[in-house]
C-alpha cells in the first residue's frame, strides 16, 4: 500500500484520511465483488488462462511449456504472454486446493502492488493530496474494478507496467545501478505480459527524458541500455513461442506474428485505421470502462483543457495513443487494453477534485462531509453504471454452466472432444473438466485425411454448442441489431456431420459420436 498519509488537506477540503477510506472502500468493494461471485459459483475469469494455470495445476508447473486448453489437437505448448501469473495461480492451487476463486486472489493481490508506485509517480510530479485522490479514482474506474481480480495475468501486466514506470522515472532522474537493474526486470516481465504495455510506459520515460533531463548522458545511456536489455528479452520469448506454435496441428488460429491473418490480428491495417467507426466504438468502450458515469468526464476534460500542471498524466495519454495507432486492432478490439490509459484518467480527475475542493475553503464543515459522502455514492454508482455498459453479466451467464453438466453426462474424462461453439480459450472443456480440440466449424471434418488424423490422435466425440441466448439479447439491444437472429450450431453442420451417430440433440447443444 501506498505510504502513511499526513492527515493534510486542502483549505475546505478532504483529509487524506478521509481520501485513503474512500480508496480503501474502493479496493474492498472489488475484493468482496471478486471473492463473493466465486464462492457462489460463478468466478470472473478469462478461460485460456486460468485453463493454463489448472493445467499446471494437474501436472507440473512448466513455464516455457504453457498450454492453452483446446487450442491444437496434439496439446504442444502455445506459450503467448510469459506465464508468470499461470504458474502462480496453479501453485496457490497445489497448496490450497483447486477452487477456481483462489485465481481471483492472486490477481487482487498481484494488482494491489501498483497503487504504491501510482501513489508515488502522481506524488513527485502533481502532489501528495491530489495522488491520495488519484487512487481514489483509479480504483473507482469500472475496468480497474473488474480487472483487479480478474482471473487472469491482465492486472499482473498492468502493474507491471506502472512498476516500469516507476522505476524508469527513478533511473532517469538519479540514474544508478539499482534503478537500472529494477527497471530491466519491471521492463521485462511488462513486454513479455503485453508489450502495448511496456511500449506505453517506456514512451513516457522517454518524454521525461527528452524534455527535462536531456542534458543527462548517464540517464540517456541508462534508459538506452534498459531499452536494449528489455528488446533482447522480448524477442528471444518470441522467436521460442514461434517454435512452439510451429509444432501445432490443427491450431484453432495461428497466432505467429508472421502469419499475415496474426499480423492484422496484432496491428491491423491502413484500413482498418482509417474506418471511424473503429474509432467511435472504441471511444464508446473506453467511456463506459473507464468513466462508468459520464459525468466524471466532465472532470478530466476540466483538467484536461484548464489545469496547466498535467503534463505527466498527459504524457500517459500521448503515450496510449502512439501505442494504439501501432497496435490498433489488438487495443480497440480489446477493452482491456484501455487499461494502459487508466492512470492518467484517474490523475487528471483527481486534479479536477483538487481544484473544486479550494472552492470549499468558507464552507461549513458539515457541508463538507456531506460532499465526501455524496463523492464516495457517486462513486460507487459510477462503477455499478460502468459494469452494466461493459455488459459483466455475461461473467454470470449460467448457460456456459448448464452446456457443462450436458457434456459431463455424456462423455467421460478419458475421451478427446471436438468443441464447435466453445470459443478459442475451451470455456466449455474447462468447466466440464475434459479435454479436446476447439474448432470454428465442421468444413475441416469434410476433409478424409483430417479426420483420419484427428481419429488417429483419439478424438471420438463431436460437440457443437449454440450461442448463449444472453448475448443473443445483449447483442439485438445495440442499434441496429435489433433482429438479428441467434447464431446456432446448425449454421456450422456441414452434410457429413449431420449423418454421424447422434448422442443428444437440443437447440442449444448437439453431441455426435465420430464414426
Same mark, same amino acid.
Not at 486534479?351 to 455524496?374: D, H, S, T
Given at each position: 500500500?501506498?505510504?502513511?498519509?499526513?492527515?493534510?488537506?486542502?483549505?475546505?477540503?478532504?483529509?487524506?484520511?478521509?481520501?485513503?477510506?474512500?480508496?480503501?472502500?474502493?479496493?474492498?468493494?472489488?475484493?468482496?465483488?471478486?471473492?463473493?461471485?466465486?464462492?457462489?459459483?460463478?468466478?470472473?475469469?478469462?478461460?485460456?488462462?486460468?485453463?493454463?494455470?489448472?493445467?499446471?495445476?494437474?501436472?507440473?508447473?512448466?513455464?516455457?511449456?504453457?498450454?492453452?486448453?483446446?487450442?491444437?489437437?496434439?496439446?504442444?505448448?502455445?506459450?503467448?504472454?510469459?506465464?508468470?501469473?499461470?504458474?502462480?495461480?496453479?501453485?496457490?492451487?497445489?497448496?490450497?486446493?483447486?477452487?477456481?476463486?483462489?485465481?481471483?486472489?492472486?490477481?487482487?493481490?498481484?494488482?494491489?502492488?501498483?497503487?504504491?508506485?501510482?501513489?508515488?509517480?502522481?506524488?513527485?510530479?502533481?502532489?501528495?493530496?491530489?495522488?491520495?485522490?488519484?487512487?481514489?479514482?483509479?480504483?473507482?474506474?469500472?475496468?480497474?474494478?473488474?480487472?483487479?481480480?480478474?482471473?487472469?495475468?491482465?492486472?499482473?501486466?498492468?502493474?507491471?507496467?506502472?512498476?516500469?514506470?516507476?522505476?524508469?522515472?527513478?533511473?532517469?532522474?538519479?540514474?544508478?545501478?539499482?534503478?537500472?537493474?529494477?527497471?530491466?526486470?519491471?521492463?521485462?516481465?511488462?513486454?513479455?505480459?503485453?508489450?502495448?504495455?511496456?511500449?506505453?510506459?517506456?514512451?513516457?520515460?522517454?518524454?521525461?527524458?527528452?524534455?527535462?533531463?536531456?542534458?543527462?548522458?548517464?540517464?540517456?545511456?541508462?534508459?538506452?541500455?534498459?531499452?536494449?536489455?528489455?528488446?533482447?528479452?522480448?524477442?528471444?520469448?518470441?522467436?521460442?513461442?514461434?517454435?512452439?506454435?510451429?509444432?501445432?496441428?490443427?491450431?484453432?488460429?495461428?497466432?505467429?506474428?508472421?502469419?499475415?491473418?496474426?499480423?492484422?490480428?496484432?496491428?491491423?491495417?491502413?484500413?482498418?485505421?482509417?474506418?471511424?467507426?473503429?474509432?467511435?466504438?472504441?471511444?464508446?468502450?473506453?467511456?463506459?470502462?473507464?468513466?462508468?458515469?459520464?459525468?466524471?468526464?466532465?472532470?478530466?476534460?476540466?483538467?484536461?483543457?484548464?489545469?496547466?500542471?498535467?503534463?505527466?498524466?498527459?504524457?500517459?495519454?500521448?503515450?496510449?495513443?502512439?501505442?494504439?495507432?501501432?497496435?490498433?486492432?489488438?487495443?480497440?478490439?480489446?477493452?482491456?487494453?484501455?487499461?494502459?490509459?487508466?492512470?492518467?484518467?484517474?490523475?487528471?480527475?483527481?486534479?479536477?477534485?483538487?481544484?473544486?475542493?479550494?472552492?470549499?475553503?468558507?464552507? *461549513?464543515?458539515?457541508?463538507?462531509?456531506?460532499?465526501?459522502?455524496?463523492?464516495?455514492?457517486?462513486?460507487?454508482?459510477?462503477?455499478?453504471?460502468?459494469?452494466?455498459?461493459?455488459?459483466?453479466?455475461?461473467?454470470?451467464?449460467?448457460?456456459?454452466?448448464?452446456?457443462?453438466?450436458?457434456?459431463?453426462?455424456?462423455?467421460?474424462?478419458?475421451?478427446?472432444?471436438?468443441?464447435?461453439?466453445?470459443?478459442?480459450?475451451?470455456?466449455?472443456?474447462?468447466?466440464?473438466?475434459?479435454?479436446?480440440?476447439?474448432?470454428?466449424?465442421?468444413?475441416?471434418?469434410?476433409?478424409?485425411?483430417?479426420?483420419?488424423?484427428?481419429?488417429?490422435?483419439?478424438?471420438?466425440?463431436?460437440?457443437?454448442?449454440?450461442?448463449?441466448?444472453?448475448?443473443?439479447?445483449?447483442?439485438?439491444?445495440?442499434?441496429?441489431?435489433?433482429?438479428?437472429?441467434?447464431?446456432?450450431?446448425?449454421?456450422?453442420?456441414?452434410?457429413?456431420?449431420?449423418?454421424?451417430?447422434?448422442?443428444?440433440?437440443?437447440?442449444?447443444?448437439?453431441?455426435?459420436?465420430? *464414426?
Amino acid at each position: 500500500m501506498p505510504p502513511m498519509m499526513t492527515g493534510k488537506k486542502e483549505a475546505g477540503g478532504w483529509s487524506n484520511l478521509h481520501l485513503l477510506i474512500l480508496a480503501l472502500l474502493l479496493a474492498l468493494a472489488s475484493c468482496v465483488f471478486h471473492i463473493k461471485n466465486a464462492r457462489a459459483g460463478h468466478p470472473v475469469f478469462r478461460d485460456q488462462h486460468l485453463g493454463t494455470a489448472l493445467g499446471y495445476y494437474k501436472g507440473h508447473i512448466d513455464l516455457l511449456r504453457p498450454v492453452i486448453v483446446g487450442f491444437n489437437a496434439n496439446g504442444t505448448p502455445t506459450p503467448l504472454e510469459f506465464p508468470v501469473w499461470q504458474g502462480l495461480a496453479a501453485l496457490t492451487f497445489k497448496v490450497m486446493g483447486p477452487w477456481h476463486g483462489w485465481a481471483n486472489v492472486v490477481s487482487l493481490l498481484i494488482f494491489f502492488t501498483c497503487l504504491f508506485p501510482l501513489f508515488c509517480l502522481t506524488k513527485i510530479f502533481v502532489g501528495e493530496h491530489c495522488a491520495w485522490w488519484t487512487l481514489v479514482f483509479f480504483l473507482a474506474q469500472p475496468l480497474v474494478f473488474i480487472y483487479a481480480g480478474n482471473a487472469s495475468p491482465d492486472g499482473l501486466s498492468i502493474a507491471a507496467a506502472i512498476w516500469f514506470l516507476y522505476c524508469g522515472v527513478k533511473l532517469v532522474r538519479n540514474p544508478g545501478v539499482v534503478w537500472w537493474v529494477l527497471a530491466c526486470a519491471a521492463g521485462a516481465l511488462a513486454a513479455v505480459s503485453k508489450l502495448p504495455f511496456f511500449m506505453a510506459a517506456g514512451m513516457v520515460c522517454f518524454f521525461l527524458l527528452a524534455t527535462r533531463h536531456k542534458n543527462s548522458v548517464r540517464a540517456w545511456v541508462a534508459l538506452s541500455a534498459v531499452g536494449l536489455v528489455v528488446v533482447a528479452v522480448f524477442f528471444s520469448w518470441t522467436h521460442y513461442s514461434n517454435k512452439c506454435l510451429a509444432q501445432a496441428e490443427l491450431p484453432l488460429m495461428d497466432l505467429r506474428v508472421s502469419n499475415s491473418e496474426s499480423s492484422f490480428w496484432y496491428f491491423g491495417d491502413l484500413h482498418y485505421r482509417l474506418m471511424p467507426g473503429n474509432w467511435l466504438k472504441g471511444g464508446w468502450r473506453i467511456l463506459n470502462s473507464c468513466f462508468g458515469s459520464f459525468a466524471l468526464v466532465g472532470l478530466f476534460l476540466y483538467a484536461f483543457f484548464f489545469i496547466k500542471e498535467t503534463v505527466f498524466a498527459k504524457w500517459i495519454l500521448l503515450a496510449g495513443f502512439v501505442t494504439t495507432l501501432v497496435f490498433t486492432h489488438l487495443v480497440l478490439h480489446h477493452s482491456h487494453y484501455y487499461l494502459m490509459f487508466t492512470p492518467a484518467f484517474a490523475i487528471l480527475c483527481a486534479q479536477a477534485a483538487g481544484e473544486g475542493e479550494k472552492r470549499l475553503a468558507l464552507a *461549513p464543515q458539515w457541508q463538507v462531509n456531506l460532499m465526501w459522502l455524496v463523492v464516495a455514492i457517486v462513486l460507487g454508482l459510477s462503477v455499478v453504471q460502468g459494469l452494466m455498459g461493459m455488459k459483466v453479466v455475461l461473467d454470470f451467464d449460467p448457460y456456459p454452466y448448464d452446456m457443462a453438466k450436458i457434456i459431463q453426462k455424456y462423455s467421460t474424462p478419458s475421451e478427446k472432444i471436438l468443441m464447435e461453439g466453445g470459443g478459442w480459450g475451451g470455456k466449455e472443456f474447462i468447466l466440464s473438466d475434459r479435454q479436446g480440440l476447439s474448432i470454428w466449424d465442421t468444413k475441416m471434418l469434410e476433409n478424409p485425411e483430417t479426420l483420419n488424423r484427428l481419429k488417429t490422435l483419439g478424438y471420438t466425440k463431436l460437440i457443437m454448442v449454440s450461442e448463449s441466448p444472453l448475448l443473443t439479447a445483449l447483442q439485438q439491444i445495440n442499434p441496429g441489431q435489433s433482429k438479428q437472429p441467434r447464431v446456432t450450431y446448425r449454421d456450422f453442420l456441414t452434410p457429413v456431420v449431420k449423418n454421424w451417430p447422434t448422442e443428444y440433440e437440443s437447440d442449444d447443444i448437439l453431441i455426435k459420436d465420430i *464414426p
